[in-house]
């Protein structure tokens, strides 16, 4: 049994303290927050679980095994930093951190110390994700062409980074699970509606070196939510509708197909295909329930994240690559 | 009444000679098509009209006031410099020509002969479009924040021109109608996944010296289609789809509030508001047959078409720098 | 090569004439209809067919095989009669006459003369009903268990029969297509909303020996239009929407499995079971095309027709029993 | 402060904990349930409230004022007239009753004691119903013409009661609720595709005096869940699909009109008329936490329930004809 620690107890601790709670090989023994009336809904719900507004008080203690911080982005370094120094595997809220350069020196921690250190991207860990994974990596979609993210609402505004860390964060996590390729540079644009602010819409183009072309739409203030994906392939395209309340994943068997044809020497001939629509059963156990207990297996067996840091600093590297091209107007930045 | 001569009798010509045939103002008198089999369906649709594959036979008719054309994009600047020089008023289908210097060629020669040179960009001519022009333009949807648009399917690939010359047209004639300001600069990106092929994907940013920002989404190789136009504003927001077959538009009372508060310097407080939906009724005629009775009006009384020759020749040039910046990387170029 | 003369050239005229001249076999020599205005649309596409306000011209034409008639209602008997005592084969608008007596008096007809008397119900020969027949017959679906269907919309009232006869034919014929059981008993109920016209409400159970259940909806006041149909059977259900522009048909891997359990004697055990959702790829013909087509062929090789008048007359014995449910509020009718 | 015994933990006993406990004037002491494991989380969540296998520790405490049951219905009878005669007020799970003169028998033991006896209909208590009844109420709407419903999905099959009393109760809690004229008669039929269970398909149609008619359609066997509901007058209609999550209500002004004409003495003259669509913007307080406000001022002022057990007795009246009805195969019962 694996003794945690949660630091941060505002939008998405407690589905972590729920998960961790819930979770067999794991039990949640202290939460921690700076703001008091928020502990007190934890002592509510659970009233085994120790409350503290002191972060030291998890740290000083032998028996935590293992903190999952869910705070604001700009302390992830420093309090990931203490809990491996502490001795502490780390669960760390997307973004790892605020820079790549951060992630790497939190790395070099965690392989000194020997111990886990993993990003909670939670969408590698949905059922549809992994679905698209698995038509990926099985060669059912072919080569990948294209991934193309429509995500937006009428959203928090945050004042301390743009639209890409708080939305685009989550593709990018989605294309490093699914395409094995690195990325080699960005592209982006984007707006500030509200002066003195962060960017509210952004838009990324990133480049690989093969074929692949991923784009990403990002917005705070669109009239309507969306949450969709088209991954095209030379064989099949996927749409993912995240919106969909069952049927998430739709492929479609349809495409073009290029024709040899003697008497058109100088232009390809295009053909068109159309076939069947296949939207497959997913399962529904809840994304993060299934990643603390991989995170769980980690600690325990020694097994890499699947969302490993690097990963996590890969994302990050591609936010800062992004952030520059957009304050130079859509200008590549090489990864 | 206007004699006329529609030069192509592809995909588009046939719409053409249906509505200048039943417009009140116009006659229909030739049909001009390379492909004689093409030509003989004009002859069991409409007997009374001459077909011809010589357009010299129409351009010499001095009975003829205008034509109008609709052949590859590659001809269009020799076809409609002709038919200006034999003193006949031209509509032309989209895009104006290849190249923004021949559309100021033409747009000098028809100034010249004082004819009317008329581009047919269909979109602003909808009820759809038009809609959305009063509502910018009366100041309901406040000051225009952004356009995003995605016109996606799997469509024909055309082998001289990128998918922005076929698809991104139509976005940058409704952006020319519906938006006072000229855009200063675009970035673009985009790729090819036929080899020696034009590009497939684009990805457009359009800048404006407000803070209003256009993004158009272009895709030949989609499994679903879609037409679908965001439009924010500071006061209110649009959903425009196109296939939608009843409710096009979409009008969201929705958007943020600032909110000046005293005990908060640093950071300026952000309000959501949520409102009703409105989708007003519009009328359903065909967005051609507006478009046909426009031309006759302006040939008649020198009124300056809706659709100018200025205005396709903006759109060209914004197409041509979207051309340069994607071949860029993203590069934004200057207009 | 069969001769054709058309009767009515009104609402579904057009497609008639059309498909006709496009069909191999088939050539349209006559047109007739009261209205002389109609006539001459007829002369402007089609210059080689002859028109007529007299069906005499018609039926006494010796070198006419056969005609199609898409008059009111209350017209097909004599039409259809005349035209079976002059000789020809007939096509005729659904519904085949407004009484089962008279169905079954033209059916001796057309039997003592040798005649084709077919039935014009579309849906039966579109690529979608066709496909929901083919997994019907195959065993795909399993026991059939119901049919529900909706079929609403703004539709122009009627003044000689209630929204039964207008929309609910189709349900009946598509019916009567995909499942071979006959029904035994209709119970009806409806409303008309306007003083002294039919109903332009209604809804219709159809029962069987077995295990099926029938339902359709239909109305000419909904503010919405909607052609959905659902078809549920032991193994799998149908979700068929007509509105759909590509996906028509999903099928649903998904149902109730009964469970043997030594535990619960008194209630038998019910399992949940959920799949994929498939939605097969369907070809674009147009469906009168392929009716036209059929027609000809049961000319030619004395095939009975898929939608035979003895089909037709079952279709038109339901809508009385209907009729009369519904007068006596919903009062069961045997068949 | 008023104390609150709930009755049940099943699916809806967790809801009614959770609103009675945020409710200001309410607290809830106790929660009764058979099975304890079920209590147990109770005490997980709530430590303060007693939990008990024993439904006398509720009604025997003199310090609970009302008791809240949400039980299987074959019990609400017995354990409603012990809690009146206990002296608590009751708050009870749709159905009120399995019977309607047990419904009576609750509403003369209520009236003799002066307690308040309310039924759980939620729905009335939703933004989007009570909309509804401002449109009907305010003259909007116009005549009420129809009321027209389909409330299915993949349900869990009950074994004591037909898909009616699961499903249509909600229907006509509406229907109740938003017209206030009483319906007169009612003809339903249905199936069941499973052996000796109760039917798991059923068509309700509701007669009233006036021009107005209502249908319901309910099935636990449907392959897609459906919340779909218009509303139809003779000024406006209005589509009420509550699977939509944001625009869950649209109005449309839609309909015919009659047109006087002189010419057309035999026959009147429909016209048809199109107008905007409107979604209004709805609160989103949740239905239940105002039910039980509501149901704490009626205790608190006397005030009469919106949702009375007269209201509720109404209700399984007309389940009662309908079951009636469905055994006669749609023969109508008057009410």
Redesign the interface.
Known sequence: MLNIGIVGYGYWGPNLVRNFSQAAPTKVKYVCDLDSTRLKKVN????DITTTTNVNDILNDKSIDAVSIATPVSTHFDLAMKALKAGKHVLMEKPLTDSSEKCQRLIEEADKQGLVLMVDHTFPYTAAVQKIKELVSNGDIGDL??Y?S?R?N?GL?Q?DVSVIWDLAVHDLSILEFIHDEHPI?V?A???S?????PEN?A?L?I?YKS?M?A?I?V?W?????LRQT?I?G?KK???YDD?E?S?KI?I?????T?VDDDESIT??R?G?R????????LDRVEALSSLVNHFARCIETGEHPMTSAESGMRVVRIMEAASE?MA?????VSL
Do not use: C
Request: proline share 6%; hydrophobic share 35%; glycine share 8%.
């Open positions: 509510n719900i659970y009233p062409y294209y193309d429509a937006i009428l505004f004042h540079a592209s644009t984007g707006i509606h509200v002066e003195e602010q819409i838009y183009t480049f074929r072309i784009h739409h917005n203030l669109a009239p309507v939510k088209l095209g030379s395209m996927i749409l919106m309340p049927e739709k479609y068997d349809k495409g073009i290029l232009r390809m295009i068109y159309s076939g069947d629509v296949l939207s497959p059963n091209s130079k107007k859509g200008e590549m």
